[in-house]
């Protein structure tokens, strides 16, 4: 219950500032041109609000909504998701947005965008220059990688380390190095001391590359214990720091990353129990491990837990290899932040393309998949670098031309700007409920996906 709350407050308190900014956005250009903002709110107020104060000599109203789904900034004169189509049967006003030259109504619109484009690179760029970069170079990791079926297929082999490809050397360990080897001619590794390369079709899915049991590649890490978890089985069997796990039911396994598969296989097979009897007889594993303290070799049964997990930690990829750390100044660390920024987004555009396959419509997330994303305690580094992620995608979110959507009304304010003509109000009040109603769905299906993932059936 403690992770779910800090979770939580991690959460909102992320959103919730990254939507008054992205609302003050479009409050900044739409005072800027004298246009009237009717409402500023954080969180939608269908029925009723929480909270509503209306400055003296002001004409908006500031609130707090009861739905916690974003926020708005309701625009006299524009057609949005309040639908107040009432106001628009009036004779058009100076100070509203449709009286406004279509350039500064374009300003109005992508405001909310552009400022939470720049915040994600400002929060980079100060995460660069209060903590630096710490990471573990891919060449550095001298035990090279575990690669699945699919790799060794393409003439990966264990143990090659990862060098680089045809665009350039490889940095670290995250999703960009997944991206180069799925577009990649070919790759460079380090095999038995020689350099090797692998030549590749360039056309890899990177979807399931990422979502392969197990991945498509992983450091190799040695099966050796560095902590126990009190109570748990291992801790039952006898098993300490520093022991080294050999087989599970008799298969022999090299790697701490073999371990971790051979108990993820007892999933498959925990989905035929019918009784409780059966499922402890799948939870009965026959364990071999070689004791540091005697150099015997201790071949016993345990009971997993319920989640089939001996509950033992192996020895960290950070605690193997050298760290390289770099530390940026004041005016170096904004090149580096936007850098960064911008290659998180090219990254995000770039893994759009799979939202449009089934497998890439069942890895969508909702309100629960998002929440899970921040870290278990509460790490200011985690969050603020959680944040500005969560900037970029609604920055991009909100610039695809949907209706309802900043870009829907950019694309309309595009149109008006090269043809000279105004889409009809009518026009744009069925575009709205078809916006509305794609991003209903979406909602929906995104977070139906957790609830699904949560029950077991993803």
Not at 246 to 261: M, Y
């Amino acid at each position: 219950m403690e992770v779910f709350l800090i979770r939580l407050l991690q959460f909102m308190l992320s959103i919730s500032l990254l939507v008054l900014l992205h609302e003050g956005g479009h409050f900044f250009f739409s005072k800027l041109f004298g246009v009237r903002v009717e409402k500023f709110y954080l969180f939608f107020d269908p029925w009723f609000h929480l909270f509503e104060f209306k400055p003296k000599n002001s004409d908006t109203a500031y609130g707090l909504g009861w739905l916690p789904l974003g926020g708005y900034c309701k625009i006299a004169g524009m057609i949005d998701e309040s639908m107040d189509t009432e106001q628009m049967k009036q004779p058009e006003q100076p100070w509203e947005f449709r009286a406004k030259p279509a350039w500064q109504r374009l300003l109005i619109m992508i405001g909310g965008v552009l400022v939470n484009f720049l915040l994600a690179l400002f929060i980079y760029s100060m995460i660069m220059f209060a903590w630096g970069e710490n990471y573990v170079r891919v060449r550095d990791m001298k035990m090279g990688m575990k690669f699945n079926q699919e790799a060794k297929s393409m003439g990966f082999k264990d143990g090659d380390v990862l060098v680089g490809t045809d665009e350039g050397a490889f940095k670290d360990f995250n999703a960009d190095l997944f991206r180069s080897i799925s577009h990649a001619r070919y790759v460079d590794v380090i095999r038995d001391g020689k350099p090797v390369r692998v030549r590749l079709s360039g056309e890899i899915n990177l979807l399931g590359m990422l979502k392969a049991t197990p991945m498509f590649c992983r450091p190799f890490q040695p099966a050796t214990v560095d902590s126990v978890l009190i109570d748990g089985p291992a801790a039952k069997l006898g098993i300490r720091k520093g022991d080294r796990l050999l087989s599970v039911n008799g298969k022999t396994i090299d790697s701490a990353n073999e371990f971790t598969e051979q108990l993820s296989r007892l999933d498959d097979a925990m989905t035929g129990a019918k009784t409780p009897a059966d499922s402890l007889k799948i939870r009965t594993v026959t364990i071999s491990y070689l004791q540091q303290a005697t150099g015997d070799t201790v071949s016993t049964a345990v009971v997993l837990s319920p989640d089939l997990k001996l509950k033992v930690a192996f020895t960290s990829i950070e605690a193997l290899y050298p760290s390289t750390h770099v530390d940026y100044n004041f005016f170096q660390s904004f090149p580096a932040g936007i850098s960064y920024g911008w290659n998180v987004l090219k990254g995000y555009v770039s893994d759009m393309q799979y939202v449009f396959s089934a497998d890439g419509a069942k890895s969508l997330g909702g309100f629960g998949a998002i929440g899970s994303l921040f870290p278990s305690q509460w790490d200011w580094y985690l969050f603020w670098k959680m944040t500005a992620f969560l900037s970029i995608i609604l920055a991009f979110m909100n610039i695809l031309p949907i209706p309802a959507l900043d870009g829907g009304h950019v694309l309309f304010l595009l149109y008006e700007m090269i043809t000279g003509r105004k889409p009809s109000e009518r026009f744009m009040i069925v575009a709205e409920y078809i916006g509305i109603g794609l991003l209903m769905l979406l909602m929906i299906v995104a977070n139906l996906n957790d609830i699904l993932r949560w029950l077991g059936y993803m």
